[in-house]
């Protein structure tokens, strides 16, 4: 039911300016209460935004979300539509929130002021969302809410990229603990389409839930081996 809902929400605001959170519910995900955290404490700084040396975020970054790309009508993750927040602030902020429910650490914060006797750095290379424009959703849109419920399961195929790299773990001081290098995640399948290119932005936050998932676990991997 919520995400019929969220295929009708365009239906019913179309034309309306509508604002977008880079986000999931963070409750929904698995207990880890048999997992042992790496024992410290962790200030999470905010990632070092370098999207617009990809020129591959262009779109997303200066064009509106329904667009072309290579002659195809496409609906992309556009900038303008996200909270005041940065992209980068909210990206790391959802981090802290996964860290935090999976037990990565015995706490983390997000924050690039000395709290905390380690810190975790990264850096933001892309964040880009892109699926093919549903033509059978917007015929549906014509006929209002029954037709947003008669192409409610259309699907359209989709490209979405995470890259984050830099990442290394510090002591308080300054020391160096461990390069972790970066992770890259790209996902080509169908994603859920509407008639006014809303669909690319839940579809974008429910990958990031598995991309942040597979991060946790790298994190937890690469530091392993040091004793604390």
Request: aromatic letters at 12%; glycine letters at 4%.
């Amino acid at each position: 039911m919520k995400k019929l809902m969220y295929l009708l929400i365009p239906v019913l605001f179309a034309g309306c300016a509508m604002t977008q959170k880079i986000g999931y519910r963070t409750d929904i995900l698995p207990e880890q209460q048999h997992v042992n955290p790496i024992p410290i404490s962790v200030n999470v700084h905010f990632l070092t935004d370098n999207r617009m040396l990809n020129n591959e975020n262009e779109i997303s970054l200066y064009q509106p979300r329904s667009t072309t790309n290579n002659k195809k009508a496409v609906c992309v993750n556009s900038e303008k539509h996200y909270k005041k927040d940065s992209v980068s602030a909210q990206l790391t902020q959802m981090m802290v929130s996964h860290f935090n429910k999976a037990r990565l650490f015995n706490y983390c914060i997000l924050s690039n002021e000395p709290a905390c006797d380690y810190y975790l750095t990264g850096t933001l290379n892309t964040f880009y969302g892109e699926q093919e424009f549903s033509t059978a959703a917007a015929v549906g849109a014509q006929f209002g809410l029954i037709g947003a419920l008669a192409t409610a399961a259309v699907k359209t195929n989709g490209r979405i990229i995470f890259d984050i790299s830099d990442i290394k773990l510090y002591k308080k001081d300054g020391t160096l603990v461990k390069d972790m290098g970066g992770f890259y995640k790209e996902y080509n399948e169908e994603l859920p389409a509407d008639a006014y290119c809303w669909c690319i932005y839940n579809n974008i936050n429910q990958k990031l839930m598995e991309y942040n998932t597979y991060l946790t676990e790298k994190i937890r991997s690469e530091l392993a081996e040091i004793q604390f």
